[in-house]
């Protein structure tokens, strides 16, 4: 039962921080989605760092799994990348998540507390080591043309999928992000 509010709670928080940043709640806002009283959440998570601290944490775990997953589905790196992409094309056009919670903390980070920025940078060094490497092994199978080095367009991939996003949130049309993604595929796969 412990557990089942913990993730109940973090759940709550995930919505919230996609929703409004991590200014944008308070304890009493996750208190009346998850039906339970404030002192519950403290118990939990003593402090709002703390709960958002856990929640990236989580939230890069799940980062980590779902990329090993794209590299065990196939050895082909453009196919890896093309699920990638896929996976948040989706999850938009679902709304089951209309944003990335790294990206959406990420523009927050000079004013969050520390140990929650700290969180929010081992998400994006994650995401990047990932795609570099994706990126490296499309250049040595034949199948990826980039300009500079595999790190650089690992960045720029990054920062594409992720302006994407805000363009799909900021229009309210979840096929802005295929329409901005699909170009960068069209350039980067032989």
Do not use: N
């Amino acid at each position: 039962m412990e557990q089942q509010t913990a993730d109940r709670i973090l759940a709550s928080a995930r919505e919230l921080v996609i929703a409004g940043g991590y200014h944008g709640f308070s304890y009493a806002d996750i208190a009346d989605v998850v039906g339970i009283r404030k002192p519950s959440i403290h118990h939990h998570f003593p402090a709002k760092a703390d709960l958002v601290r856990a929640l990236v944490a989580g939230y890069r775990d799940d980062l980590a799994a779902g990329l090993a997953q794209f590299e065990s589905s196939s050895p082909d790196a453009a196919v890896q990348l093309q699920r990638y992409i896929a996976t948040w094309e989706a999850c938009i056009t679902d709304g089951s998540m209309p944003f990335c919670l790294g990206a959406q903390l990420a523009a927050e980070l000079p004013a969050l507390p520390p140990e929650v920025a700290v969180e929010v940078k081992a998400h994006f060094r994650l995401l990047a080591a990932w795609l570099t490497q994706v990126v490296a092994r499309g250049v040595e199978q034949g199948r990826f043309t980039i300009i500079g080095s595999a790190a650089t367009e690992a960045e720029s991939i990054m920062a594409t999928v992720h302006g994407a996003m805000l363009s799909a949130r900021a229009y309210g049309t979840p096929a802005t992000f295929g329409l901005i993604v699909g170009p960068l595929l069209d350039r980067l796969i032989i």
